[in-house]
């Protein structure tokens, strides 16, 4: 069975403090893997990665793919409180089927 | 960019009560999704539209959810007789495929607000 699982489930850290969340994925047909921010209300794009070792960067936020390892990181340099969200992580697969992890929830405490 | 509308935002029900959601993707793309996200886990495809016809559905609850797109625009989704473990946020996101060979290739999806229902 197609899974993506993501790790830590939760992160409390200070602000300034860099973080790296994790997502594995076992996905038959692999296509691209996203990162998204979820706050109050719907899941907002951030990275999309389709190659291997290519950083996507974002101000802060940058993310890396590595294919033989199934993996993933989102890091997030000098958190803002504004940070605080639910970072999800899916997975697509050729036939356009995107499988989600349960989350990492972050918390920047000022 | 207009983005993805939902409604409506909220709805309480009672349990065997029926309940109708609606989303309108964004002007152009093709696909569009349904999600069902239960507190505390990753959003959950229950259906996959591509145009007007249903790409992937292997995953909706077919004896009391349904879900249409009849113009290949919006899109309604309904639960009919509704449980209590249906109280989730739905969700609804569309993508604009491109792809060579005639296939669709992944895009980036949009979301909608979602709608939260809870069933009592």
């Known amino acids: 069975e197609d899974k993506v699982v993501q790790s830590p489930l939760s992160l409390v850290v200070h602000e300034g403090d860099t973080v790296t969340l994790n997502c594995s994925y076992e996905?038959?047909?692999?296509?691209?893997l996203l990162w998204y921010k979820q706050e109050k209300k719907a899941p907002t794009f951030l990275f999309m990665l389709?190659?291997?070792?290519i950083e996507k960067k974002s101000g802060r936020l940058s993310s890396i793919l590595d294919k033989k390892e199934l993996s993933s990181i989102l890091n997030i340099t000098a958190t803002q409180t504004g940070d605080s969200a639910i970072y999800l992580c899916?997975?697509?697969?050729?036939?356009?089927?995107?499988?989600f992890g349960t989350g990492t929830s972050l918390t920047v405490i000022p | 960019e207009a983005g993805v509308a939902q409604s409506p935002r909220y709805k309480i029900i009672e349990k065997r009560q029926s309940v109708a959601f609606w989303c309108n993707p964004i002007?152009?793309?093709?696909?569009l999704y349904w999600y069902q996200q239960i507190l505390g886990q990753g959003p959950k495809l229950l259906i996959q539209?591509?145009?007007?016809?249903?790409?992937?559905d292997s995953q909706l609850p077919k004896d009391r959810f349904s879900a249409e797109r009849l113009k290949g625009v919006d899109s309604t989704l309904k639960i009919q007789p509704a449980k209590l473990e249906d109280s989730a946020v739905y969700l609804c996101?569309?993508?604009?495929?491109?792809?060579?060979?005639?296939?669709?290739?992944?895009?980036?999806?949009?979301f909608g607000p979602g709608t939260r229902l809870t069933v009592l």
């Open positions: 996905v038959t047909n692999f296509r691209s």
């Open positions: 002007s152009g793309h093709a696909t």
């Open positions: 539209f591509q145009n007007n016809g249903v790409v992937d």
């Open positions: 899916a997975v697509g697969d050729t036939g356009n089927q995107f499988y």
């Open positions: 996101a569309s993508s604009f495929p491109h792809g060579t060979s005639g296939l669709p290739s992944y895009n980036e999806q949009f």
């Open positions: 389709t190659s291997s070792g």
